[in-house]
């Protein structure tokens, strides 16, 4: 292994990382991530099709446990559970890259905007910026969800208006570095505008950071849809929603099958994304890469002799 | 051959996981050694209370607390809600049943000492009389009452009013030392502000006073030391915890966290071991939908038919599944068990349906139903029956969307009329059917659904014949005749009556379940 390795790095290093995986992909985590994550994107977009029985459907038994019949058990109106949680990956998952998109563009829009103009124009928009992210995330999710009314999309609302200040706080640092770059202040003088400036010298060099904290935070964004609707904010019933799922199961307290399954998907689906997020960083993050090549370089060769 | 080895430790984190949720019952509450007189008396519910001020109460945990605090003229005993016996006074009436005689007991006093007099009396009955905006103010509407002497009290209606002991038996008409209220801002004209101070600290002559109230988590009460009375309490202290989970009341009772539990449904009381008491009674409560008459809120819509298609879409069988153990169908407005209730209800009838949802005008429009989330009644939660009978409606072409929210929240919309489509409960306050009269046009209960007395005279005469009835076996007649007009034309639906559970550990006894107030929280004592 370590001298097929060293074979690799003999090769032309351009030939190597087109024909082959980064090595950040090839970790345990990044794989399992990436397999989880794949899997439950690929339910979310297709469970309506194959799912045993229909999630509203109160055609079965009450309160059956988990069998040959109904794979995961029934609920206390003799629902299927597994259905249920099928569709309910058709519900979470979705909405939640969505919202992760929706905060993603709002806060580089409002980052980058403040880091590029500076002066008062940062100020003003760092202390609003400042003003959402002093508030604790979920208490003040659950403030907008409860004004607005509950419903999924309010919950959505809601989760947006507290994710979009990381993604400002991150951008305006990366755009604050960035824009006094001589490549960037050399289109300036070519008389580039200020949306060209972003757009083209800037926006290439922040987007890596910034998608991985996205990926990062897509874990995040299912925790708070599905506590949402675990709080009654959310997924108003009988829709099939994880976190509403988990509430529902209260009531019935010993069939712990109710709970458990809603529970373990919540569980793998954010697992999932954030081991996705760490192996994207890794690849993403040119510096890491090349530390982590040197470090394997030197240990397969196993001469000693450090620089 | 490693296996086992490396099994060990995981075997070990199991055992040591499971030991963990073994405990996790907690002990935070107070349960002394109950086989001794004494000590505290735990009591999980879910609260349905705004105030201790009896003038003001009128929700079940209110009742039980109003119960546990004052006296009232009239009582019953255990669950027996047939007969009125006397309680702080006997009564003779004359041959109309328009007035009554009270004669109070000699001896009997305050919890600071003071004996009470007819003044008490009269100035408590006044008082929510005076209180127009008071929950209970309806219960004495109509009466005079006069001090005769001072042990002597005469209560008068200008109309028959046979159910009035049934009526005075209320713990909201509980007897206030008049001297005390009066003090801190009470009066009979209306302009009464001691609820505030009542919320505080209690002035009656119940078995209890009142130590801390808070509305959102528990209500402490300490034993009368001035109660003269022939309920005296087994116990010193009594907290009443706020636990609007019955899954959690289940976990306290079984950590021994709590000795009464009084909303368990169906499944879980079944699910109960050993050491255990178990209580299933089918309760007064009416859980019905409510289908608005007024133009306002329900547009096009607000017409009997509607609800007659909603009457006969529904397969009640499987509603009463999800009720458990005790529960009924409601057979109509007036449950079974009390005089005038239908033998049968209704059974699904699906092309009645139909044809009654057509008549109603109905094009396709999705109808909110409306209904409080946290609050189980009688162990029913209100969120899966809500499931089913969305489940049940799309059957017949009726979409239904959910819209629960917090008891509280909800509360509003439904007393101010303000809802389309509810789902809600109706609990007898007073021990007699005239208390489901207020389901009639023009009512307390038909004016919540915008039903006013101009939209059906025909049910608002039956309602009024029943109500002056002077003769006990007419009075049954007009009962059975308003029950059975309300099923062809009422904007009501009535679902189930659900069944009572009050579980109770071994420890203790006398937790008998009365329609009026629960629990009458004097009677239960340490068992043997």
């Not at chain 2, 030991?19 to 509450?29: F, I, K, R, T």
């Not at chain 2, 004052?70 to 309680?87: A, I, K, N």
Request: proline share 6%.
């Amino acid at each position: 292994m370590s001298a097929e390795r060293r074979g690799d790095a003999l090769a032309a290093a351009g030939w190597r990382t087109r024909m082959r995986w980064p090595r950040a992909w090839r970790s345990p985590l990044g794989i399992v991530g990436s397999v989880i994550a794949l899997a439950w994107v690929i339910v979310a977009f297709t469970a309506s099709w194959w799912v045993p029985f229909e999630p509203n459907a109160q055609v079965l038994p009450r309160l059956q446990e988990p069998g040959i019949d109904t794979l995961l058990g029934t609920d206390g109106t003799g629902r299927d559970i597994f259905s249920r949680l099928m569709t309910g990956a058709t519900v979470t998952i979705p909405l939640a890259l969505m919202l992760v998109v929706a905060a993603m563009v709002i806060g580089t829009v409002v980052g980058a905007v403040a880091g590029y103009f500076g002066r008062w124009v940062d100020e003003t928009l760092m202390r609003l910026t400042d003003l959402v992210m002093a508030f604790p995330t979920v208490i003040l999710a659950m403030v907008i969800a409860a004004s607005l009314g509950p419903s999924l999309f309010n919950a959505v609302i809601a989760a947006i208006v507290v994710s979009w200040p990381q993604y400002a706080r991150v951008t305006r640092s990366l755009v604050l570095g960035l824009r006094g770059q001589n490549y960037v202040i050399a289109g300036r003088l070519l008389g580039h505008s200020p949306l060209r400036s972003l757009t083209v010298d800037i926006l290439p060099n922040i987007i890596g950071p910034v998608l991985v904290l996205a990926t990062l935070d897509i874990g995040a964004a299912i925790l708070l849809l599905s506590g949402l609707s675990f709080l009654g904010l959310g997924a108003q019933p009988p829709t099939a929603e994880w976190g509403s799922m988990i509430s529902s199961a209260i009531q019935n307290f010993d069939a712990w099958w109710l709970g458990v399954f809603p529970g373990l998907a919540i569980l793998t689906v954010v697992a999932a994304f954030n081991f996705l997020g760490d192996a994207l960083r890794d690849v993403l993050d040119p510096t890491a890469e090349v530390s982590k090549e040197n470090q394997a370089d030197r240990a397969a060769s196993a001469t000693g002799t450090p620089a | 051959m490693n296996a086992p080895r490396r099994l060990a430790p995981i075997a070990i984190g199991a055992a040591a996981l499971l030991a963990l949720a073994g405990c996790s019952g907690g002990n935070s509450a107070n349960t002394d050694d109950s086989s001794e007189s004494g000590g505290s008396l735990v009591i999980d519910t879910a609260f349905s209370i705004e105030t201790t001020d009896p003038g003001h109460t009128y929700d079940p945990t209110g009742n039980m607390v109003a119960k546990a605090l004052y006296e009232t003229l009239v009582d019953f005993e255990g669950s027996d809600v047939t007969t009125p016996v006397p309680g702080l006074a006997s009564w003779e009436q004359n041959d109309d049943a328009t007035e009554f005689t009270f004669t109070l007991e000699d001896g009997r006093t305050f919890s600071d000492g003071s004996e009470i007099t007819a003044d008490d009396v009269v100035f408590s009955l006044q008082r929510i009389q005076g209180m127009a905006e008071a929950k209970p103010n309806f219960l004495l509407a109509g009466l005079t009452v006069e001090k005769v002497d001072e042990s002597t009290v005469s209560i008068t209606s200008e109309t028959p009013l046979l159910q009035l002991p049934a009526i005075l038996a209320n713990p909201a008409l509980g007897i206030v030392n008049a001297d005390v209220v009066q003090e801190n801002g009470g009066s009979t004209d209306g302009s009464d502000s001691a609820q505030s101070f009542l919320d505080g600290e209690s002035a009656g002559s119940g078995p209890f006073v009142l130590d801390t109230l808070d509305l959102t988590s528990q209500v402490v009460l300490t034993k009368n030391p001035e109660y003269s009375g022939d309920e005296e309490p087994a116990y010193d202290r009594v907290v009443i915890r706020n636990v609007t989970e019955s899954a959690t009341q289940l976990i306290n009772l079984q950590g021994g966290d709590t000795m009464v539990a009084m909303d368990l449904n169906g499944d879980q009381v079944e699910g109960l071991a050993d050491g255990f008491t178990v209580e299933s009674v089918p309760s007064g409560q009416t859980i019905f939908l409510l289908l608005n008459q007024s133009a306002d809120v329900a547009g096009d819509l607000a017409n009997v038919d509607i609800s007659e298609a909603i009457r006969y879409g529904l397969d009640y069988d499987a509603l009463l599944e999800l009720a458990g153990a005790g529960s009924t169908q409601a057979t109509g407005v007036i449950p079974t068990g009390f005089e005038g209730a239908l033998d049968e209800g209704v059974t699904q009838d699906l092309d009645r349906a139909k044809e009654a949802l057509a008549a109603s005008g109905y094009n396709g429009e999705t109808l909110r139903l409306q209904f409080p989330n946290d609050y189980p009644v009688g162990g029913v939660e209100f969120t899966p029956l809500a499931e089913r009978i969305q489940a049940q409606l799309a059957e017949i072409g009726l979409t239904v969307e959910l819209a629960p929210a917090p008891f509280a929240t909800e509360l509003d919309a439904y007393v101010g009329g303000t809802e389309a489509f509810g789902l809600w409960f109706w609990g007898p306050d007073y021990a007699d059917s005239a208390n489901f009269l207020p389901f009639g046009p023009g009512l307390k209960v038909g004016l919540r659904a915008g039903w006013d007395a101009s939209a059906n005279p025909e049910i608002a005469d039956l309602a009024a014949a029943a109500a002056s009835a002077t003769d006990v076996d007419a009075r049954t007649e007009d009962f059975t005749a308003f029950a059975e007009a309300m099923q062809e034309q009422g904007p009501f639906v009535p679902l189930i009556v659900p069944g009572r559970n009050i579980a109770t550990t071994d420890a203790v006894t006398g937790a008998v379940y009365n329609s009026v107030w629960d629990v009458d929280i004097a009677e239960i004592a340490p068992a043997g």
